[in-house]
């Protein structure tokens, strides 16, 4: 599976977009972004997932460039409930063992 | 509320212990995991049943034993461990294994070994 990189740590004004990158420049063919994200001394919550167009969800948007090498979640929104480490992976789309590999991900923290 | 719980939610226990740690998924869902998240490390995917088979063990030392009696019930059973093994152990399932297959997470089971 594709490697992904993520800033270690941002911040968010609450109310306003959180915007988070990844990059995952070796991604194949077949491999689809997903990202997950971890409240504090949670389990990990899905998110939403894409191959190459953007999707959107109730929770979040995900923007996939076109040559798919980088992504950005978007939280429309952000509130004090979305500070969480926030998980991008990049898995095989109906491979026959799905694992995800987590990362450190990238801390959100949202201020009022 | 995922769908996913753990029991128990904190365990302490010495060396030269034995516990289980006990996961069971109310969604139908045929696949179930453990993961093992040490302090300021990122998860690490520790075994894999899919139909109550172990599709994979990631490596991971005898001391950790896991059961899987029915796709809905997975155990973990715990015997001799290292304080280094004292982590956040979490449980997931899913409908299958295949990498569409969206995980859900149970909220863990904190252990620490003295």
């Known amino acids: 599976d594709a490697k992904t990189t993520q800033p270690t740590s941002m911040d968010c004004a609450e109310g306003r977009a959180a915007n988070l990158p990844c990059n995952h420049s070796t991604i194949s063919g077949n491999e689809y972004v997903y990202w997950y994200r971890q409240i504090h001394s949670q389990g990990p919550q899905y998110i939403i997932h894409?191959?190459?167009n953007n999707e959107t969800n109730e929770m979040a948007s995900l923007i996939i460039t076109e040559d798919r090498k980088s992504s950005t979640l978007i939280l429309p929104h952000a509130t004090l409930r979305d500070t969480a480490v926030y998980y991008c992976?990049?898995?095989?789309?109906?491979?026959?063992?799905?694992?995800?590999?987590f990362g450190k991900g990238t801390k959100l923290s949202v201020k009022p | 509320e995922t769908g996913v719980t753990q029991t128990p939610r904190h365990l302490v226990m010495g060396m030269t212990n034995k516990k289980s740690l006990k996961c069971e998924q109310h969604?139908?869902?045929?696949?179930m995991y453990w993961y093992k998240q040490s302090a300021k490390k990122p998860l690490e995917l520790m075994f894999v049943y899919n139909f109550k088979e172990q599709t994979e063990n990631n490596s991971v030392p005898s001391r950790f034993s896991p059961e899987c009696p029915n796709s809905s019930h997975l155990f973990l059973h715990l015997h001799t461990l290292q304080p280094e093994d004292s982590a956040l152990y979490l449980c997931a399932s899913s409908q299958g294994t295949s990498g569409y297959n969206e995980q859900f997470f149970g909220p863990g089971t904190r252990l620490t070994v003295l």
């Open positions: 894409g191959l190459k």
């Open positions: 992976i990049v898995i095989v789309y109906g491979g026959s063992q799905g694992n995800l590999i």
């Open positions: 969604l139908g869902h045929n696949a």
